[in-house]
């Protein structure tokens, strides 16, 4: 906590060690985390933590505490960007693309939409519409057809793309106006195709983003005011092989499951 990150109150940034994740992170990096320096970090599925005050986060009392764990995932993955590229200030109207109807996605067109700004959605295909004008989406762009791109190119302030599977990026760098910014949210893990030239003649930009504690506060504390949460459904431990193969082809209705450690045992 003695880097210019960590004192700009951006730990996740830290230079002297990198962050200490909450799944499989060694807690002896920085020595912020009490028990047992040599085992990992088990996340949701430890029973307790002891953690340095600066880490903690305060869940307002009215915070429903099936919902508060998405808003740690879904909920901060999503406002941080809007947070960093001035979203959430108020003093000016957007308009900002959602990339991915899913459960990120959904969230993100909830928050956008709460802040006042104007919404697209942006999906592969025309599935996805009625999904994303429920969530407060309002307008949709299906990526596969010519026309729907048309509409809205050279149009977008900043696009957040929640996408982890290898995809063409300069669909979406079209919708951009001068100036605006891509950011990359999803974690494809294998190298992307980029033409310079779709980023020279109008500045726009591609970014990656990570979020930090003091967002998260802040996130946390919006959310249970406007009453905003991910849609989520609370399973066992005894359904989570069927729900990870329900995954593996797509999340057609944005919902985040939330495993019950207590009644799965």
């Given amino acids: ?152 190119n050279d149009s977008m302030d900043l696009i957040l793309n929640t996408i982890s599977a290898p995809h063409k990026l300069r669909t979406y760098l079209g919708l951009l106006r001068t100036n605006g910014t891509l950011v990359q949210l999803g974690a494809v893990a294998v190298p992307m195709d980029l033409v310079n030239f779709a980023l020279i003649p109008q500045r726009k930009s591609i970014a990656g983003h990570w979020w930090g504690l003091k967002s998260l506060q802040e996130c946390i504390d919006f959310c249970v005011e406007k009453d905003i949460y991910p849609d989520i459904e609370v399973i066992d431990a005894g359904r989570v092989d069927e729900i990870f193969i329900n995954l593996a082809s797509g999340n057609s209705s944005g919902v985040r499951y939330v495993l019950d450690i207590e009644a799965s045992f």
């Avoid at 002891?50 to 995932?73: G, Q, S, W």
């Avoid at 996605?105 to 592969?124: F, Y």
Wanted: charged share 25%.
């Fill in 1 to 152: 906590m003695e880097c210019d990150m960590c004192e700009d109150g951006e730990e996740n940034y830290c230079r002297k060690g990198g962050h200490t994740s909450t799944y499989n992170s060694k807690k002896a990096k920085h020595g912020h985390i009490g028990g047992n320096q040599e085992t990992q970090t088990f996340g949701g599925y430890s029973k307790s933590e002891v953690v340095h005050e600066r880490f903690i986060i305060k869940l307002p009392e009215n915070t429903p505490l099936d919902k508060a764990a998405p808003l740690v995932c879904a909920g901060i993955t999503m406002w941080d960007p809007l947070r960093h590229w001035g979203a959430t200030k108020g003093d000016k109207k957007m308009k900002i693309g959602i990339v991915g109807i899913g459960g990120l996605g959904t969230m993100g067109i909830k928050l956008a939409s709460a802040l006042g700004h104007e919404v697209v959605a942006i999906s592969s295909s025309d599935k996805k519409v009625d999904l994303a004008k429920e969530k407060g989406a309002q307008h949709y762009v299906d990526t596969s057809s010519t026309v729907s791109i048309n509409k809205h």
